[in-house]
Antibody, heavy 118, light 107 residues
Framework: EVQLVESGGGLVQPGGSLRLSCAAS????????MSWVRQAPGKGLEWVSV???????YYADSVKGRLTISRDNSKNTLYLQMNSLRPEDTAVYYC????????????WGQGTTVTVSS | DIQMTQSPSSVSASVGDRVTITCRAS??????LAWYQQKPGKAPKLLIS???SLQSGVPSRFSGSGSETDFTLTISSLQPEDFATYYC?????????FGQGTKVEIK
């Protein structure tokens, strides 16, 4: 079964760090484009980052320089390293698989909640 | 950045109604547009990609059309399970952006 399972969310103080994980099963992360999307409480969806199969990564302006997407091919896992966190980063974070050549996100995880508060 | 504007922001409709949601891009995006359905507390679900390609398993009452700046998601006959929030998303250029969402509510 094709599946994504996120973990690593939690409560962190402003300026702190957190690493989110997204474990994939049923397909190979490194062969696909993979994205992170977030949703602040009561708000809409916001694209955060994508990593291409070749390793290139792109970011939303709001997170550039603070959040870093990466993957571990041996663990078939996607990551989002979150540094210098701000209250406005509070959201449910989803990882998703992008369709090849189309970029629509066809497989999603269940989401993990990040709360940035003192 | 490309701005995606959906209309209406919400719509009240009855089972069996035809519902149309519009998504307008601030600049041309060819057909790099996807539509998602999201129910409360759940992850989004991809309905349509490349503006008009219906994803496997998605009922045929859903359809998408448009190109460049103007796109439409149509639900031909609204079913009880279709009450949800719908988002468009462009993947023509970075940063990828979503519309603000359209909530389809029960009339």
């Amino acid at each position: 079964e094709v599946q994504l399972v996120e973990s690593g969310g939690g409560l962190v103080q402003p300026g702190g760090s957190l690493r989110l994980s997204c474990a994939a099963s049923g397909f190979t992360v490194s062969n696909n484009y993979m994205s992170w999307v977030r949703q602040a409480p009561g708000k809409g969806l916001e694209w955060v980052s994508v990593i291409y199969s070749g390793g290139s990564a792109y970011y939303a302006d709001s997170v550039k320089g603070r959040l870093t997407i990466s993957r571990d091919n041996s663990k078939n896992t996607l990551y989002l390293q979150m540094n210098s966190l701000r209250p406005e980063d509070t959201a449910v974070y989803y990882c998703a698989r992008n369709l090849y050549g189309d970029y629509g996100m066809d497989v999603w995880g269940q989401g993990t909640t990040v709360t940035v508060s003192s | 950045d490309i701005q995606m504007t959906q209309s209406p922001s919400s719509v009240s409709a009855s089972v069996g109604d035809r519902v149309t949601i519009t998504c307008r891009a601030s600049q041309g995006i060819y057909s790099w547009l996807a539509w998602y359905q999201q129910k409360p507390g759940k992850a989004p679900k991809l309905l349509i990609s490349s503006a008009s390609s219906l994803q496997s398993g998605v009922p045929s009452r859903f359809s998408g059309s448009g190109s460049e700046t103007d796109f439409t998601l149509t639900i031909s006959s609204l079913q009880p399970e279709d009450f949800a929030t719908y988002y468009c998303q462009q993947a023509n250029s970075f940063p990828w952006t979503f519309g603000q969402g359209t909530k389809v509510e029960i009339k």
